[in-house]
């Protein structure tokens, strides 16, 4: 079911960017700590970038890119997780995850949860490319697919749920 939706294209100008971007980064500090109350909880359910992909599709690319690299750099410096070493892999995966998102949703002019799919399914593939090319291991490049597959899942349907929610807004 797709729901048409107003769509944002802040820019780095614009007050409103900031303040959106530190909800989102808030939202992405909150859950991870959540989750890693849970035994494997943030290697199993993703939770740094599921904020990423509702600021991107819903705010536009600015927002989204701003949430998704500050991130795992403040989750890190505050919590000591994301480790400093798996940092780039996750910065850039964040970084593919808002340019799909706002790409996503610039195309398709409305929530959809194809869309919300094809940028997470987009942003996996690209990423896990990425990562195999850093790390050398391709199995090891799988992770999030192979472990992280609930969280990929939640991404895509509790994100569809929660941009359907913020349709009016």
């Keep these: 079911m797709n729901v048409t939706a107003k769509f944002y294209s802040l820019s780095y100008k614009e007050l409103k960017t900031y303040l959106f971007s530190l909800a989102f980064i808030a939202g992405n500090v909150l859950l991870p700590q959540l989750c890693h109350l849970l035994p494997g909880g943030g290697l199993t359910w993703l939770p740094i970038y599921f904020f ?3 600021a991107a599709y819903k705010y536009g690319i600015h927002v989204g890119l701003l949430t998704a ?3 795992p750099l403040v989750n890190s410096l505050l ?16 970084a593919l995850l808002a340019v799909g998102a706002a790409y996503a949703a610039r195309l398709s002019g409305k929530v959809s ?10 942003y996996q593939l690209v ?3 990425v990562e195999w090319a850093i790390v050398a ?8 697919v192979r472990v992280g597959y609930p ?4 991404q895509v ?5 929660v941009l359907r929610a913020l349709v009016k807004a």
């Design 151 to 154: 969280g990929l899942l939640v």
């Design 79 to 94: 919590f000591g997780l994301p480790l400093v070493a798996a940092l780039p892999v996750i910065v850039i995966k964040s």
């Design 157 to 161: 349907f509790l994100g569809y749920a």
């Design 69 to 71: 690299i500050a991130s």
């Design 52 to 54: 990423t992909l509702i």
């Design 127 to 129: 990423g896990t490319l």
């Design 113 to 122: 949860l194809l869309a919300i799919a094809a940028a997470v399914a987009a």
């Design 137 to 144: 291991d391709f199995f090891r490049a799988l992770k999030d």
